[in-house]
């Protein structure tokens, strides 16, 4: 341990830290089996060269201890009873295989480094990372002493012992973290009446500036070996990371005695009585390619995922910051996220080495589809992201729309029975110099908007997208529903419909939006599954139906539709609140539609029936939305008395290009006809996709090509 001496005996060496990977598969449970964290040790994955493209600051050779006299010895021996050997000749002898038997043990002192940091690397990694974040949070709030009275003392010490036992080299397992700047004792693996035992809180003794750059940094260090009244040891320490931050929290150490440490250098120094001359080229050999090659491994550690051998997140912003990025048109980027549909349950059902399969054999077929200037990199878990460089976003949406089918109709299978995999993908495009970062965080965007709308799709990213749900502070975000519930603040925007064959607007469909404390607006994938999560949504709805029979009493030409939830569809004192506040308004009620999504009518559709056929009868229009999307069927439209049929924009965004797609659209837009229902294509993004439209006989039409969302402030001002 460091804490037993006031200084390092040898020159210390950074390595890399192990790549983290949210969604990664985890270790087996570490308090039930002993032979899990030994077999996951030796374990360790082979060095890899690593690409050009992807420049690492030069790293050190690692220092390693002179050899003793009882070494020297016998080697001096042989070397005087060479067969050829005269005064001279043996004395010569005797020097260049000293020399060389150092440079043989100085490899091999760096090459039982770099192990031992891969082992306290992966120890790091097997340790509960909540249960030791929640530790390393008490001693950052300045109590570390009272890390012991907690649950996750118990665990992660559990854990400790548990790796040592595994390692019989291991004298001396500990977990450190910071606490008011100092360097302290957590947890370590000795009971309390040991000597060697350190309780939390307990000041770590003298803390060098690499151990604070391992603490904040996370890159793990190897120093020794050292002496104390314990005896001869190595140390090794590693960081153990934040599941979601992906930061250092607390760090974890080793000590390994140097007896056993030392049994290492045995072969390397028995080696150079093999005779001078080849002992000589072995020097030679090393000194031109050993640093090099401990280098290379370093490098390729750092700069890539430890399963599927792609660069990793530190790779990728690397590639991301020297490609060429600006404004012109061979200067744009595109950046997509690849994520597999449904991965957690296939790491629960399947073990997570099927998912590990099915990580490799996703990397397989992305890269037989990228171009040889293409880049793929891991984020974590079962994300990766792909850099198109000087790719405009068109070309990247039919390379990865080529991905996605790849995928969909590879052949994976489990114990012979075959495993559907498919994926979604969120693209989008630079548009100015350092523009890296938040590339990807609009990309994260429009995946997560492709999850939203049913998986295995292909969305390019758009401002009207909301953010991730997963990123979603709802602690933040329930105050701001209830304020806009109470002060009757929605932010309104309106999208027009138009007339397929004309061109002409018809209506508008009424979103709604909520704002910040700071201003900034916050979409509906955002608040609207927290206001349905705590009951809040048939009063948000009540909150828009009011707004939207407010404009209509402001423009006397305008028609809205507004969408209802499904937890308002069916509560009769939403149709009350709808009943009363049209009686009370002057407005005709055919101005004011509604829009009941697939989903809540096929939840009770007898039920959904009735209440709509009681809306209906107020006078207002009905459209069934996101028809197709999986729920209904054409032997359902006339039990539902609606007008309008919303065509998914799943089958309507990219009919263009998929005939199927094409053909599914018309055969819904003939049956809906068939049984008197008028039809609205929803996702029309471009002028072949609108013309098709108009083509096959869709009624109306809605989408970013022919309107975004707007506020209705713009209305206003376009009124006459």
């Known amino acids: ?74 080697i001096s021996r042989l070397l005087r009873w060479n067969l050829f050997v005269t005064p001279k000749v043996a004395l010569v002898a005797c020097l260049i295989g000293l020399l060389l038997t150092a440079v043989v043990v100085v490899r091999a002192a760096a090459d039982t480094r770099v192990d031992l940091a891969r082992r306290a690397t992966t120890a790091a990694a097997m340790i509960d990372r909540d249960a030791v974040s929640a530790l390393a949070a008490i001693a950052a709030a300045g109590r570390p002493e009272a890390v012991a009275d907690t649950p996750e003392f118990a665990v992660v010490r559990e854990q400790l012992r548990v790796i040592r036992s595994a390692n019989p080299d291991t004298r001396y397992m500990y977990l450190l973290g910071e606490s008011q700047g100092r360097a302290v004792y957590l947890v370590d693996s000795e009971d309390e009446d040991s000597p060697s035992y350190s309780p939390p809180g307990q000041d770590f003794g003298y803390a060098p500036p690499q151990l604070v750059g391992t603490l904040k940094l996370g890159t793990p260090l190897v120093t020794g070996p050292a002496l104390d009244q314990y005896g001869m040891w190595v140390s090794a320490m590693a960081p153990v990371l934040d599941r979601k931050t992906g930061k250092s929290v607390a760090v974890l150490g080793m000590d390994v005695a140097a007896v056993d440490w030392l049994k290492g250098f045995i072969p390397y120094v028995l080696a150079t009585g093999a005779g001078s001359l080849l002992l000589l080229g072995l020097f030679v050999s090393t000194i031109r390619s050993g640093q090099k090659q401990v280098e290379d491994e370093l490098r390729h550690y750092a700069s890539h995922d430890y399963l ?12 991301l910051r020297e490609i060429n990025l600006g404004p012109g048109p061979g200067e744009r980027a595109t950046v997509a996220i690849v994520d597999i549909d449904n991965f957690k349950v296939i790491n629960d059902s399947l073990t997570h080495s099927i998912g590990d399969r099915v990580l490799t054999r996703l990397v397989d077929i992305i890269r037989a589809k990228l171009r040889p200037q293409d880049f793929v990199a891991r984020l974590g878990g079962d994300e990766f992201a792909i850099v198109f460089p000087a790719t405009q976003l068109a070309e990247a949406r039919d390379i990865a729309r080529s991905l996605r089918e790849a995928v969909q109709t590879s052949a994976f299978a489990v114990s012979e029975q075959p495993l559907d995999l498919t994926v979604s993908i969120g693209l989008a495009e630079t548009g100015a110099p350092g523009d890296a970062e938040s590339v990807l965080s609009r990309a994260d965007i429009a995946l997560y908007a492709a999850k939203r709308t049913g998986r295995n799709k292909v969305v390019c990213y758009d401002s009207g997208l909301p953010v991730q749900g997963e990123q979603v502070d709802v602690q933040r975000v329930i105050p701001l529903v209830k304020s806009a519930i109470s002060a009757d603040t929605l932010v309104l925007h309106l999208q027009p419909i138009v007339d397929s064959a004309t061109g002409d607007v018809e209506c508008y469909e009424v979103l709604s939006r909520i704002k910040d404390d700071d201003g900034a607006l916050i979409y509906p994938g955002v608040f609207l599954p927290v206001a349905e999560q705590f009951g809040l949504i048939s009063e948000l709805d009540r909150r828009v139906v009011k707004g939207a029979i407010a404009l209509l009493e402001e423009g006397p030409d305008l028609q809205l539709f507004v969408n209802l939830s499904q937890s308002s569809v069916g509560d009769p004192e939403v149709l009350e609140f709808i009943r009363h506040a049209l009686k009370t308004s002057w407005i005709d009620p055919s101005r004011l539609g509604f829009e009941i999504s697939e989903a ?39 039990s539902l008395p609606v007008d309008y049929l919303k065509i998914h924009g799943s089958f309507v ?57 707007a506020p209705v402030e713009e209305w206003r001002k376009s009124r006459p």
Not at 314 to 319: C, Q, S, V
Not at 618 to 630: E, K, M, S
Request: glycine content about 6%.
């Open 1 to 74: 341990m460091i804490a037993r001496t006031s200084q390092f005996t040898c020159e210390d060496s950074s390595l890399p830290p192990e790549p983290e990977s949210e969604g990664a598969p985890e270790s087996p449970s570490m308090a039930s089996s002993a032979s899990s964290p030994a077999s996951a040790l030796a374990q360790a994955p082979a060095p890899m060269r690593v690409p050009a493209m992807t420049p690492l600051p030069a790293l050190g050779v690692l220092a390693a201890p002179v050899p003793s006299r009882s070494t020297q010895k016998p």
């Open 653 to 709: 965004r990219d009919m263009d290009t998929e005939v199927t797609h094409k053909a599914f659209v018309q055969a819904m837009n003939d049956m809906a006809h068939a049984v008197g229902k008028k039809t609205v294509a929803e996702f029309v993004e471009n002028d072949r996709v609108r013309l098709l439209v108009r083509e096959l006989g869709v009624d109306f039409a809605q989408g970013y090509g022919l309107g975004r969302p």
């Open 308 to 319: 599927t051998d792609v660069p990793n997140r530190f790779a990728l912003d690397l590639f």
């Open 600 to 638: 809540a009518a096929a939840a009770d559709t007898s039920t959904a029936a009735q209440w709509i056929a009681s809306l209906r009868s107020l006078g207002c229009p009905i459209a069934l939305d996101d028809f197709g999307a999986g729920y209904s069927s054409f032997m359902r439209l006339g």
